[in-house]
């Protein structure tokens, strides 16, 4: 079959394919970056427009686009509704930036390690991704200083708020410097904020595009951790220069997102039932989180390190031993244990072994330590056989 040149960049998702395979009851998943079941809400469809079901506008429903726009400006970006595009999740956003900047070859800066789903979207389209290592505060600023001066990306990547994989928030200082150097180097910044709500300790998180001066930019945001996944609903605002662009290419792409989604969303969001919602989703996650870090101590201290997540739905472990954890998928999945290997965060995964991410919103507290003993007791019989 002639597909286009493309199709051979295509990667599967492992993350999809170990969750098809961690379908059964019995299975304890650290795997995927799902809401917890119990805590999504209860939504009411009968007062919806029958309107909504006809054809929308590309941009996206006014109302929504607003209220997103006048969010956004109480987080100190400067925006209008005219400059917010509502699309079918935040990875939606990726795919349109992707078709928007990279030609095969075209390089594009990420965090290492980085959202997985961004790299297959990138990498899609043929993009070389340089990659700029994270630190506990955010990415290293002389390489990322040294890939600017090296190189001209055709815009960075980030995510700047409670990570995924790492969980790291870039410290007030970093957010400042990184912003500094877009702007002298010139290059488009693309900030990706699906974690920003879920905070469970205090600090302050103010968005990089706030503080950019003349690069252009995207900002992107969804309901997904927030509200419903299965709404499909995110949005991104752009810089003037850009938006015209995307739009073109949303339109071409689906015409516009679900309005039946957008309307749902519109019910929720700044309002007094979706605060407390929120309120109740950050005590809830954050039990969870205290849970697995107590079941980590217990279970981890002499195999990993890590850094409590403040926020986000996940702790990222290092190995003191590295070895590949790929290979620890099947023995863990017969311990009725799955969990998401570190290396395809890594854009060359081969160089970045020894990395574990684990969500701790799936799994009740009442299973998480037997499942966690499991998960060591793997990687512990992986390490004896190498030491052998
Ligand atoms: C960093 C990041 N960006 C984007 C997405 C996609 O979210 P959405 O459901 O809005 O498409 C996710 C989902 O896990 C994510 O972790």
Redesign the pocket.
């Known amino acids: 079959m002639a597909f286009s040149e493309r199709i051979d960049r295509l990667k599967s998702s492992l993350i999809r394919e170990i969750l098809a395979a961690a379908q059964r009851p019995e299975v304890m998943s650290f795997a995927g970056?799902l809401p917890a079941e119990p805590m999504l809400p209860k939504v009411d469809w009968a007062q919806m427009p029958t309107s909504m079901g006809q054809y929308g506008m590309s941009e996206g429903e006014p109302m929504l686009r607003e209220l997103i726009a006048a969010q956004a400006r109480e987080l100190g970006i400067q925006c209008e509704g005219s400059q917010v595009l509502i699309v079918s999740?935040?990875?939606?956003t990726?795919d349109l930036a992707s078709k928007l900047f990279i030609d095969p070859g075209t390089e594009v800066l990420v965090e290492a390690p980085t959202?997985l789903?961004?790299l297959q979207a990138f990498q899609l389209f043929g993009a070389h991704c340089l990659e700029v290592p994270q630190e506990a505060d955010g990415p290293e600023l002389g390489v990322l200083r040294q890939r600017l001066e090296q190189h001209k990306p055709a815009f960075a990547y980030l995510?700047p708020t409670f990570?995924?994989p790492s969980a790291v928030r870039y410290s007030e200082a970093k957010r400042e410097a990184v912003a500094a150097l877009l702007d002298e180097f010139g290059v488009t910044l693309i900030e990706?904020e699906?974690?920003r709500e879920l905070v469970f300790d205090q600090g302050s998180a103010t968005p990089i595009v706030s503080r950019l001066r003349s690069a252009s930019w995207i900002y992107t945001g969804?309901v997904?951790?927030t509200l419903l996944?299965g709404l499909?609903v995110?949005y991104l605002i752009a810089s003037p220069d850009l938006f015209p662009y995307l739009l073109r290419l949303k339109q071409s792409a689906d015409l516009h997102t679900n309005r039946i989604g957008q309307w749902q969303a519109l019910q929720w969001l700044g309002s007094q039932r979706y605060n407390e919602h929120l309120a109740e989703l950050r005590d809830f996650y954050r039990l969870r989180r205290d849970a697995m870090q107590a079941a980590l101590v217990e279970y981890f201290s002499d195999l990993a390190t890590w850094e409590t997540p403040q926020g986000g739905l996940f702790f990222w472990l290092a190995l003191r031993q590295p070895l590949d954890t790929r290979t620890l998928l099947k023995p863990a999945l017969e311990q009725d244990v799955v969990f998401m290997p570190g290396e395809p965060f890594f854009s060359e995964p081969d160089r970045h072994p020894g990395y574990l991410r684990l969500n701790f919103s799936h799994v009740a507290p009442e299973r998480l330590g037997e499942g966690l003993r499991r998960l060591a007791g793997v990687i512990r019989d992986a390490l004896a056989v190498e030491a052998a």
């Not at 999740?89 to 939606?92: A, E």
């Open positions: 970056g999740g935040s990875q939606q990726l959202y789903a961004a995510i990570q995924n990706d699906p974690y969804t997904s951790k996944p499909r995110g």
